[in-house]
C-alpha cells in the first residue's frame, strides 16, 4: 500500500523559534496533500489543502503567514510553523491524495494516506 | 470547520461483544469514510461508503449510511483488545476536492 511519512516525528523547540516539518509520499507521486492539526483529545481540523506546483489553499482562520506550506514536488510536502507559540504545540498530521503509484495504477484524491504525525512542543 | 458529531464520545466493552460508533452530518457528502487512530499516531483508513451506497462491509467491520438522515454508523463485530482506538467518521464534501471533514470521534475501549 500507498506509505507516507512525515520528519521530525517529534519536536521540541523555543518560543519564537520556526519549524519545518516534511511530509513525504514514499512509493508513488501524490498530486494533492493536506495538512491538518490535532489537539488533545480532539479530533483533526484540516489547515490547508497543498498541490504540486500552485500555493496552498487554506481553511478560514489558518494564518497562512504562520504556517508557509510548499508543495515543490510531487513527492514531497513541507509545513513551516513561523515564529512558533506554546498555542502552537500540537499534532500535525499530513495526507497525500490522489496519486500515481510508482509500479503504475492511480487514484483520485478520495483515497487519501496519512502520516504518522508530527508532536511540535513549543516551550 | 467540523461536520460530523459522533456518538458516543467514549465506549468501553469487554472482547467479544460488538461496538456500534454513529456520526451525523450537516452538509451533502460525496463520499464517508472511517479512520481509526491508535493514541498518539497516525490515521489508518478502514472503510469508505460512498453517497449512493448505503451499506458495506470489510472483515468484522459494517457500515451503513442513511443520506436521508445524514448520518452513518460503524458496527465492528466480536471486538478484541487491539480495537483499543480512537474511531473518527470523515466526510468528502462534493466535487472531489480531495478535503475531508473530520467528526469528533468515539473513543472505544475494548477490555480484555
Known amino acids: 500500500g500507498a506509505v507516507v511519512s512525515q520528519h521530525p516525528s517529534w519536536v521540541i523547540c523555543k518560543s519564537g523559534t520556526s519549524v519545518k516539518i516534511e511530509c513525504r509520499s514514499l512509493?508513488?507521486?501524490?498530486?494533492?496533500m493536506f495538512w491538518y492539526r490535532q489537539f488533545p483529545k480532539q479530533s483533526l481540523m484540516l489547515m490547508a489543502t497543498?498541490?504540486?506546483?500552485?500555493?496552498?489553499?487554506?481553511e478560514q482562520g489558518v494564518e497562512k503567514d504562520k504556517f508557509l506550506i510548499n508543495h515543490a514536488s510531487l513527492t514531497l510536502s513541507t509545513l513551516t510553523v513561523t515564529s512558533a507559540h506554546p498555542e502552537d504545540s500540537s499534532f500535525y498530521i499530513c495526507?497525500?491524495?490522489?496519486?500515481?503509484?510508482?509500479?503504475?495504477?492511480?487514484?483520485?484524491?478520495?483515497?487519501?494516506?496519512f502520516g504518522p504525525g508530527t508532536r511540535l512542543t513549543v516551550l | 470547520s467540523q461536520q460530523g458529531e459522533e456518538d458516543p464520545q467514549a465506549l468501553s466493552i469487554q472482547e467479544g461483544e460488538n461496538a456500534t460508533m454513529n456520526c451525523s452530518y450537516k452538509?451533502?457528502?460525496?463520499?464517508l469514510q472511517w479512520y481509526r487512530q491508535n493514541s498518539g499516531r497516525g490515521l489508518v483508513h478502514l472503510i469508505l461508503?460512498?453517497?449512493?451506497?448505503r451499506e458495506k462491509h470489510s472483515g468484522r467491520l459494517r457500515v451503513t449510511l442513511d443520506t436521508s438522515k445524514k448520518s452513518s454508523s460503524l458496527l465492528i463485530t466480536a471486538s478484541r483488545a487491539a480495537d483499543t482506538a480512537s474511531y473518527f467518521c470523515?466526510?468528502?464534501?462534493?466535487?472531489?476536492?480531495?478535503?475531508?471533514?473530520f467528526g469528533q470521534g468515539t473513543t472505544l475501549q475494548v477490555k480484555p
Open positions: 495526507s497525500a491524495g490522489g496519486g500515481h503509484s510508482t509500479s503504475g495504477g492511480a487514484w483520485g484524491t478520495d483515497t487519501q494516506y
Open positions: 512509493d508513488f507521486q501524490a498530486t494533492t
Open positions: 497543498s498541490n504540486e506546483g500552485s500555493k496552498a489553499t487554506y
Open positions: 452538509t451533502s457528502i460525496n463520499n
Open positions: 461508503i460512498r453517497s449512493n451506497e
Open positions: 470523515a466526510t468528502a464534501p462534493p466535487g472531489n476536492t480531495g478535503k475531508l471533514i
